[in-house]
């Protein structure tokens, strides 16, 4: 990913985040891009993909249908953010653990040293259930090129630590494929408007 295209996705988040500020406090908006195909106004949705989780299984769009998913990007030998990363993530997951319809979907993005085994001993020492939070790997093009729908940045980058840098950025996704909610995964505030997300977006669906 250039630099340039760098700049263009901040861009980006900074409109989203303009527009979810001004969106119905009820609901909560689509940030997913605009997009008109064959005359009818629509959103983007999260691309098909195919990637394999801790339990060698094959996660899918359809491994969350009808749910609602949160996302994140990360490697287990990151020394910076990751750690506290994974701390929010493990808020988020325990303060819906008991509610069927959320999903945890974890990205690692160093899959040569990330594999299977590795996965599945980072998931046990965080004592989560993988039924609820999918940590995957595989193709490493496949898995930097769809954290851009995700509004990820992930780059490698030779003059920081492991050489791969990316942002802490965690997502949330409705059973559309669309992305109503985000947050900056490092700081314990966002993450508590995000959980109230997570809450609204829930809240939908049982309004319908």
Same mark, same amino acid.
């Given at each position: 990913m250039s630099r340039n295209h760098l700049k263009q996705l901040s861009f980006l988040l900074l409109f989203y985040a303009g527009a979810f500020a001004c969106g119905n406090k009820k609901t909560l908006p689509i940030l997913s891009k605009p997009t008109i195909e064959n005359g009818v106004s629509s959103y983007e949705k999260i691309p098909d993909f195919q990637f394999i989780n801790q339990d060698s299984q094959r996660i899918t769009p359809a491994t969350f249908a009808n749910k609602i998913y949160v996302v994140d990007f990360f490697f287990t030998s990151c020394p910076t953010i990751c750690p506290t990363l994974a701390k929010e993530m493990k808020r988020i997951y325990k303060h819906f653990e008991e509610e069927d319809k959320v999903n945890l979907l974890s990205h690692t993005i160093d899959p040569k040293r990330d594999s299977v085994g590795r996965l599945a001993v980072y998931a046990q020492n965080l004592e989560v259930s993988s039924d609820k939070w999918h940590f995957v790997t595989g193709d490493k093009r496949e898995l930097f090129d769809i954290a851009e729908h995700y509004f990820n940045i992930v780059i490698e980058d030779a003059s920081v630590p492991e050489g791969l840098d990316h942002s802490g950025r965690i997502v949330l996704v409705d059973t559309q494929g669309h992305i109503r909610a985000f947050c900056n995964g490092t700081k314990? #505030? #966002?993450?508590? /408007?995000?959980?109230?997300?997570? #809450? /609204?977006?829930?809240? #939908?669906?049982e309004d319908l």
């Open positions: 314990p #505030e #966002e993450v508590d /408007r995000f959980i109230n997300d997570i #809450e /609204r977006l829930l809240q #939908e669906y």
